[in-house]
Nanobody
Framework: QVHLVESGGGLMQAGGSLRLSCAASGRTFSEYAMGWFRQAPGKEREFVAIISRSGTSTTYADSVKGRFTISRDNAKNTVFLQMNSLKPEDTAVYYC??????????????????WGQGTQVTVSS
C-alpha cells in the first residue's frame, strides 16, 4: 500500500514557475514508476510526465516538453514536478500516481495503482 500526498499548487501568472511535490508513504517507493497527470474542468485526465523507478528515464507530454521537469528522490520517497514558463492552458488539478514495477513509458492512467488527492494549479493570463 502506498499513500501519496501532493503539495505545491497555487495561483501563478503566465510565465511563472511552480514546483509540485508528492510525498509517498511506505518503504518500497523505489519499486514504483511515478507519474504526474492533470485534469482540467470538463476534460479527461491526461499524462504530463513519468519517471522510471531509478530516476534515469523520463517521458513528457509534448505540451510540457522543455518547460516541465520531473525528478525523484528515492531516499526521501518524494517525486517532484518543476513547472516553468507556465501557460493558462496548464490550469488543472495535478495528480501524482504510482505504478508498481512500471516503466517511464506507461502513459495510461488505468495502469497506475495508487493516486494522490490532487493539487490545484491555476495560471492566469
Amino acid at each position: 500500500q502506498v499513500h501519496l500526498v501532493e503539495s505545491g499548487g497555487g495561483l501563478m501568472q503566465a510565465g511563472g514557475s511552480l514546483r509540485l511535490s508528492c510525498a509517498a508513504s511506505g518503504r518500497t517507493f523505489s519499486e514504483y514508476a511515478m507519474g504526474w497527470f492533470r485534469q482540467a474542468p470538463g476534460k479527461e485526465r491526461e499524462f504530463v510526465a513519468i519517471i522510471s523507478r531509478s530516476g534515469t528515464s523520463t517521458t513528457y507530454a509534448d505540451s510540457v516538453k522543455g518547460r516541465f521537469t520531473i525528478s525523484r528522490d528515492n531516499a526521501k520517497n518524494t517525486v517532484f514536478l518543476q513547472m516553468n514558463s507556465l501557460k493558462p492552458e496548464d490550469t488543472a488539478v495535478y495528480y501524482c500516481a504510482a505504478n508498481r514495477y512500471g516503466s517511464a513509458r506507461t502513459q495510461v492512467p488505468d495502469a497506475y495503482d495508487y493516486w494522490g488527492q490532487g493539487t490545484q494549479v491555476t495560471v492566469s493570463s
